[in-house]
């Protein structure tokens, strides 16, 4: 389970400051994006920004999961409904494709790193002492995330995982 405030962090870390030049003069500095779950297998991404004008849009996509590369991108990336409307009411020149195509780049997380933590992490704790006298050791050998679900509160990421588990009892103190 992914907290979308920590998902928020990431997206604006790789954002913030960023200068997005739409047309003729006008551009925007992306300020802060937030990241939510709708419970319809997408993500609402909000933008605020600042140049030429300033405000809001939201953006809505897919996640979607490349397990030859470790990477998960956000799929169908456009504006909402709400914010088309919006923009094109108030400032057409920002509803543009050029944002899109920008933020896109930026709509991708590897995690090639946080596999190999989970790894690590978990192999920490296959091999331990539980209570005196019973122990296991293991090894978790792969991690291969099956599904992702965007829901309002968690974006929830599903996986599988393989290895080996072996338990040592050498004492246990039963009463009855």
């Known amino acids: ?54 405000g809001l849009f939201y953006l809505t996509g897919k996640p979607s999961y490349d397990a030859s590369s470790k990477v998960i991108e956000i799929k169908d990336l456009d504006f909402d409904i709400k914010s088309k409307n919006l923009l094109l009411k108030t400032a057409g020149w920002l509803f543009n494709r050029r944002i899109i195509n920008e933020l896109k780049k930026y709509a991708r997380f590897d995690l090639s790193s946080y596999i190999e933590t989970a790894k690590t992490t978990a192999n920490q704790q296959l091999n331990k002492e539980w209570v005196k006298g019973i122990s296991s050791s293991g090894k978790l050998n ?31 103190a039963f009463s009855f």
């Open 142 to 172: 792969d991690v291969k995330i099956v599904s992702i679900y965007p829901l309002r509160q968690w974006l929830i990421i599903r996986s599988n995982c393989n290895g080996e588990l072996s338990m040592k009892i050498d004492a246990a």
């Open 1 to 54: 389970m992914l907290n979308y405030d920590s998902l928020s962090n990431i997206v604006t870390a790789q954002l913030k400051g960023k200068r997005i030049d739409l047309t003729a003069g006008k551009y925007i500095f992306v300020k802060e994006c937030s990241v939510y779950g709708i419970d319809n297998e997408n993500l609402i991404i909000k933008v605020n920004f600042e140049g030429s004008d300033k």
